[in-house]
Structures are given as structure tokens and as C-alpha cells.
């Protein structure tokens, strides 16, 4: 029997270990992942078409059962027992904001998390605000979600997982059908939270401008982790791994 | 649906004044009351429908909703009409004769009941649906305390039928876009399978809203809609009317 010593490093935001996951079809989504993401880390995950990149966000927040492996965020581990404390935790952004936007109103939906968290009256209201501040849409709070653009409909889609405080945001493709403009808006709103962040993504100079490490992922295997220019920059690695930067696009030359 | 364009604001008109500003609870309340007294009242008491229909005009001018447009809108009642205008040619005796027409008495007196307080009935409710908005009738029906459930429901018709329609438009033009230009039935098979297509990918869609719910904390519970309260003088102001319709059918029921 020792004395417990101090942990010289902090406990990680994230860590998944051997995970693994087959669809019910039989399909194997995920053979092997290893991931620990350290708080206040942003980490692209890239990787081409069904790679397993949804797959693995599922399994961040237990939507999912691993196969095998283990997921824990901030130590605790993802299972059912302590699943309302693991959504608190973690924060999704989907693909399609019109997946994620339900309520009548603005206000509503981004009070949908924090009141299933169980605030209420004066504390849900300054959640809500926060969040709506945070994105610059607190305008828009008693406008229909449907009466939104799309670009402002996907900031409210962030604004109601930032509404529920998570220490670990995660974004499924942030950028999709977004238009210059509003994914520069999007990319100034993400670099002003203080929070981890996991970003799924095909848009590789955003993941350059935003995350200092990426993460590619490929049938289910993390083929490579390191600073984001290096891998960027790895024209082979890039090649086997189905990516390609835009033309004209040198990620060490910016 | 993307973009900002194609919405359907349905019945609502945006305009800035008293009605517009109640509580919707209140509204609804009233709207349902207002309709109850017209349905009470004698189908003979001309002069109670007849303040009625002030009234009914009263908070359409206080509103902004100018008459004809109220009376555009009356054009939903168009199919009850239809039947009503059946009675008098169907009933029974005794008939008399009008304009070469012999007509049922009680099938006239059937058609009046039928026509006025329809008429008064829809009125008030077109009234309800042009200075409240969708998100705030399901606040006040929520507030009234009618089953989070239904409110529930209905939130995602609007929410969805929105997306769904959307999602249909796109692929009808895509279709047309391949030159598709159906004329004869057995041509419609292409609009048979997009609306079984339509219908896989709204199911998928549900099933992502739930996960994306799930996300959230939901654990099948939805928490109560963000309202406030009506004063006692706006519940005093919007019970005016219908107290008023309520009275003059009273009176004319003791008069009888």
C-alpha cells in the first residue's frame, strides 16, 4: 500500500480505448479506436464517407453501446447508469439543423437541453440568453426555427448544445451547406468558446484555421493523429486516406 | 428546407396592436367561449346574433384586420354553407313557396342555424388564428392545460409538415428537371415511388430528431414551454366579449 501520489496530468476530456462497433446489419463501423483528447484541446476528425466518423460521435454520448472498448469523458465512463450526466458533458452538434431544431420557438428549443437537466425559471432563462449571446442570435429568440436561414439555424443549433454547459462540444460537419460568410461567422463564434472540441469534417482549411491536431479516421481506425499542418501536409498519407485539400491550397504556405 | 424563402406564415398577420399583444391563453379562452355562447344562443333571436357580429367587428377593428379581409377568410366555411343550402330543399313540411321554390320551414330555420353561427363561429376563430402566431396558440393551449402530448404533436406537424413539403417540392422539381412530364395515370408511377421515397426519408428523419433529442437529456418528458401569465386585467378585457355574447343569449332565452 503506497500513498496515492498527485496525477501529474489532468484527468482527459476524453478517452476512448479499443473501441469497437458493428451495425446490427453486421456492418463494422469500428474495429480499434484509441483517442484521448486533453480539456481545451480543439481536434479535427477527418477522415472520407463512412469512415466511422458518426458512428464514433454516437458512441461519444452513449446514443450508441460500444461493442468493445471504453469511452470516458472527463473519467466518468459512457454507460447507462450516469447517461444524463454523459449528455450534460457532451454536446452535439448534428449534420442538419432541421434535425436538431424541433421547437415553436427559438427561446424553446435552446431551452429544450437545460430544462431536461432539470433548471427552470430564472437560471434557465440567463442559460438560454448566454447561449443565444454566445452565437449572436439573441434577436431571433421568439422567431420560429423554420423562419431562420440556414447559416442562422445552424448557430442556433450550437447555441442549444452550448446551453447545457458541455465540457466537450462536438460538431458534425459544421461547414456543410453553410456559404462563405456564414462559415466564417460560424468559425469566429467556435474560436470564442473556451470549451474542448471535437470537429468531424471534410472542410480541411477549416480544420486547419481551427484545430491545432487532427485525427484521420478510416474503416473504423485511427490511421493518424498529430498537428494538423503536418498531416495536412502528408501527401501520401492524405492520398491512401481518400483526402484532398482544395485546389491551390498549401497548408504550410499560409 | 433551406433557405429563408417558402415559408408559410399561414393565417398570421403581422401587425402591432392590443389583440395582437394579449396573452394567448387568454385568447383561446375567450375564442372558445365566445363560440360556445353564439352556439346557445336561439336560433330566433336575430338581435343577439346581430350584436354578435359587432362584437365580432369590434376586435377585427382593434386588431387591424380590416373586413374584407376577415370576409376573405370566411371562404373556409364555403363547404358548410354548401350543405346548409341543402336543408330547406330536403326537410319536411310545412313548406312555403319562395320565388317559385317550395321550401321546408324547418329546413330554412336548419339552414339560418347552421349559416350564422358558423358564419360568427369562424369568424372569431379566423380572428384567433390572424393576430396569434402558431408558436403561441401551443404555448396557450399548453398554459390551458391541454396535454403536453397533443401540444407536443402539433408543435411537430407545423415544424415538420414545413420540412416535409419542402423536401417534396425539391424532388418533384428534380423530377421535372429529367424531363418528366406525366399525362396519362400509368405515367404516375415515378410520383408514387418519390412519396414512398419521401416517406423512408421522413421516417429516417424522425429517427435523427430522436437521436438529436436524446443528445439533449430527453428521457421521453418534454419540458413546459417558456410563458408568462395574464394579469387579472387582461383576463377582465379579453372576457368582455364573450360575457357580453354570453348575457344577450341568456336574456334572449328568458324572453322566450
Redesign the interface.
Known sequence: MTVPTPNPTPTPALEVEGLAYAYPDGHTALRQVDLVVQPGERVALLGPNGAGKTTLI?HL?G?LQAAGGEVRVGGLPVAKAHL?EI??R???V?Q?P????????V??DV???P???GLRGDE??RRVHAALAAVGMTEAA?R???????GQRRRVAVA??LA?DPQLLVLDEPTS?LDPAARRDLADILQSLPVTAIVATHDLPYALELCPRAVILNEGVVVADGPTPEILADAPLMAANRLELPYGFHPTHT | MSGGHGHAHGLYLPRHSVVHRLRPHAKVAATLAFVLAVVATPRDAFWVFGLDAVLVATVALLAHVSLPTLARRLAIEAPFVAFAVFLPLVGEAPHTDVAGLSLSEPGLWGAWNILVKGTLGVAATVLLASTTTIAELLTGLDRLRVPRAFTAIAGFMVRYGQVIVGEGRRMRIARLSRGYDPRWIWQARAVASSAGTLFIRSYERGERIHVAMLSRGFTGELPAATHDRADAREWLAVALVPALAATAALTAWLAT
Do not use: C, E, W, Y
Not at chain 1, 432541421?98 to 420557438?105: C, H, I, R, Y
Not at chain 1, 420560429?144 to 440556414?150: E, I, K, M, R
Open positions: 454516437l454520448n446514443i444524463k449528455r450534460r457532451v454536446g452535439v448534428f442538419d432541421d434535425d436538431q431544431l424541433f421547437m415553436p420557438t427561446r424553446d431551452a429544450f437541453g430544462a431536461n437537466l434557465l432563462d421568439d420560429p426555427p423554420h423562419h431562420l436561414s440556414f442549444t448544445v447545457m451547406n
